[in-house]
């Protein structure tokens, strides 16, 4: 294994050469994913955020001694993001909804072998929307909202709803799979915020507050 300058030098030296194959080009705006040079590499986005990868070690008379993981959105700007001696990586704080192109570099007694993947991160969910907050008796609201859903997204687990008595001051009141909740309120005016959550923990874009004044009791 080359090690130091030599080894960075040898691996962007090997990565621009990747770069100039035609399966590595962008097509408009997506990126073509390339066949596997070495050894199919598998990539499965685990929430809107994050990317496990997997791979079997390829075939090789000497031991592999480490794979060098490399990511970009294309070929031009693949960058290292980490190394490992086993053939499993998790990759984390990715941006939703984006396409990303990942290049295992297995290294062994200085000979390179490579595998590739253009995994695409799933959106966050949407946030609930047609949000309505009715007073049902003087110390009681309801609130109702609709699911809003993207088939790109992953599945729904639960709605959140907070509360406050200012838009900036709110606090977790419910979390379950109903789109209607009926809650007891204090007098005066309530702000409130429904959220979905995915089922790996994603939260939705907040939606706007809800403002409610309560009848006079």
């Not at 031991?63 to 960058?79: E, H, K, V």
């Not at 984006?98 to 490579?114: D, K, M, N």
Request: proline content about 11%.
């Amino acid at each position: 294994m080359r090690s130091g300058r030599g080894y960075v030098r040898a691996t962007k030296a090997a990565l621009c050469m990747l770069a100039a194959l035609p399966g590595w080009q962008l097509r408009g705006e997506a990126v073509e994913c390339p066949v596997s040079s070495g050894f199919a590499v598998a990539a499965t986005p685990t929430s809107a955020t994050s990317v496990s990868l997997f791979w079997q070690a390829p075939p090789s008379h000497l031991p592999i001694a480490i794979y060098a993981l490399f990511r970009g959105t294309s070929p031009s700007n693949l960058a290292q993001i980490g190394t490992t001696a086993t053939p499993f990586f998790t990759d984390v704080e990715l941006q939703p909804a984006t396409t990303y192109l990942y290049v295992v570099h297995a290294v062994s007694s200085g000979r390179g072998v490579y595998g590739g993947a253009c995994p695409t991160t799933p959106p966050l969910p949407n946030p609930p929307s047609d949000i309505t907050a009715t007073p049902k008796s003087p110390t009681e609201v309801t609130l109702s909202w609709a699911e809003k859903i993207d088939p790109n997204s992953l599945a729904i687990s639960e709605f959140r709803i907070y509360a406050g008595t200012s838009p900036s001051n709110l606090t977790e009141v419910f979390a379950g799979k109903k789109v209607s909740v009926t809650l007891n309120v204090p007098a005066g005016t309530a702000y409130y915020l429904v959220e979905a959550i995915d089922v790996d923990g994603d939260v939705s874009p907040a939606p706007a507050t809800v403002q409610v004044t309560m009848p006079n009791r």
